[in-house]
């Protein structure tokens, strides 16, 4: 009789460790997963601002496309891209 009920003591330590051990594992997918979320939610929100200013960008050169005949576009962008300058015009340039 002494023996039967220190197997059912036992028994039942071992129950609440694997309920116990069990409940820590769940904690810790719980906390896991939120932090995943968070930083998911961080990446679309940085990923969505990029995504904001590439299609202004598009924009912006779509309409640079309609000027690609104007003169005066090909002169800004001559200066701008390729520091061109005109006849008339002198380049200053000073040492830091």
């Given at each position: 009789?002494?023996?039967?009920?220190?197997?059912?003591r036992?028994?039942?330590?071992?129950?609440?460790?694997?309920i116990i051990?069990?409940?820590?594992?769940?904690?810790k997918?719980?906390?896991?997963?939120?932090?995943?979320?968070?930083?998911l939610?961080?990446?679309?929100?940085?990923?969505?601002?990029?995504?904001?200013?590439?299609?202004?960008?598009?924009e912006?050169?779509k309409?640079?496309?309609?000027?690609?005949?104007?003169?005066?576009?090909?002169?800004?962008?001559?200066?701008?891209?390729l520091?061109?300058?005109?006849?008339?015009?002198?380049?200053?340039?000073?040492?830091?």
């Open positions: 009789m002494i023996k039967n009920s220190n197997s059912k036992y028994v039942s330590k071992f129950y609440i460790f694997i051990f069990s409940f820590i594992i769940f904690i997918t719980i906390v896991y997963q939120v932090r995943e979320r968070h930083r939610s961080l990446q679309i929100e940085t990923l969505e601002e990029n995504k904001h200013k590439l299609n202004k960008e598009i912006t050169i309409s640079d496309l309609k000027d690609v005949d104007n003169e005066d576009f090909i002169k800004r962008v001559a200066r701008e891209k520091k061109m300058v005109d006849k008339n015009e002198v380049v200053v340039k000073y040492k830091d």
